[in-house]
């Protein structure tokens, strides 16, 4: 099983990228990426979280930080900085799918 650990975002085009960096318990790690039909972040983040959650393999994103990644990022301390807003949205839309997954399998 796998959790979220960090999340990036970056514009492409009109379109926000959002890729998940996902860790399991024996130090394994993978990329899971989605281009969002939308140009806001907070609906972006939404969109991933759905996605992820759907998924059915990954079971917490408590505590994943999301960030601009650096081509983003006008400075680099720019590229450290969490956004803690879209980081609520991407957990309450996380844990909603993941609960509905959840009632589904029951």
């Known amino acids: 099983m796998w959790r979220v650990d960090q999340v990036f ?4 085009g009109g379109r926000v990228e959002v890729v998940a960096s996902l860790v399991n318990d024996d130090g394994g790690l ?6 969002a039909p939308t140009k806001d972040p907070k609906e972006a983040v939404e969109h991933a979280a759905r996605f992820i959650a759907g998924k059915g393999n990954v079971y917490r994103a408590w505590g994943a930080r999301i960030r601009w990644a650096k ?3 006008s400075t680099e301390q720019d590229a450290l900085i969490r956004d803690l807003h879209l980081e609520e949205a991407f957990l309450e839309a996380f844990e909603e799918t993941l609960d509905e997954v959840r009632d589904r399998m029951r």
């Open 9 to 12: 975002l970056t514009y492409k």
């Open 30 to 35: 993978r990329n899971l990426s989605v281009i």
């Open 71 to 73: 081509q983003q990022a």
